[in-house]
């Protein structure tokens, strides 16, 4: 069974940083493409980053680049997201979602985990 569970989310001020977690178990984790959407309260779901499997390139969303870095480490099984100079408007839920074998942010993902919350607020 798939299943992915995100951690490291909580209340942070402006220009503050916060470090989310992903771990994955049920799958071969290395051999996938990943990445984190967010969802924002009272909005649609926002592609944010990804990464292939093994790590080499990664891609962002314009309103986070430079602020934010996605990372794994394929020998624990876990999914990262560096997030610095937090603004309020990074407020959401973020969750890690995994793609088909073989498919990457261009296509739909398959499994996604229950999200952790983020808050920016002073």
């Known amino acids: 069974e798939v299943q992915l569970v995100e951690s490291g989310g909580g209340l942070v001020q402006p220009g503050g940083s916060l470090r989310l977690s992903c771990a994955a178990s049920?799958?071969?984790?290395?051999?996938?493409?990943m990445s984190w959407v967010r969802q924002a309260p009272g909005k649609g779901l926002e592609w944010v980053s990804g990464?292939?499997?093994?790590?080499?390139?990664?891609t962002y969303a314009d309103s986070v680049k430079g602020r934010f870095t996605i990372s794994r480490d394929n020998a624990e099984n876990t999914l990262y997201l560096q997030m610095d100079r937090l603004k309020p408007e990074d407020t959401a839920v973020y969750y890690c979602?995994?793609?088909?074998?073989?498919?990457?942010?261009?296509?739909?993902?398959?499994?996604w985990g229950q999200g952790t919350q983020v808050t920016v607020s002073s």
């Open positions: 049920g799958f071969t984790f290395s051999t996938y493409c």
């Open positions: 979602v995994k793609y088909p074998y073989g498919r990457n942010w261009y296509a739909g993902y398959d499994y």
């Open positions: 990464i292939v499997s093994g790590g080499g390139t990664t």
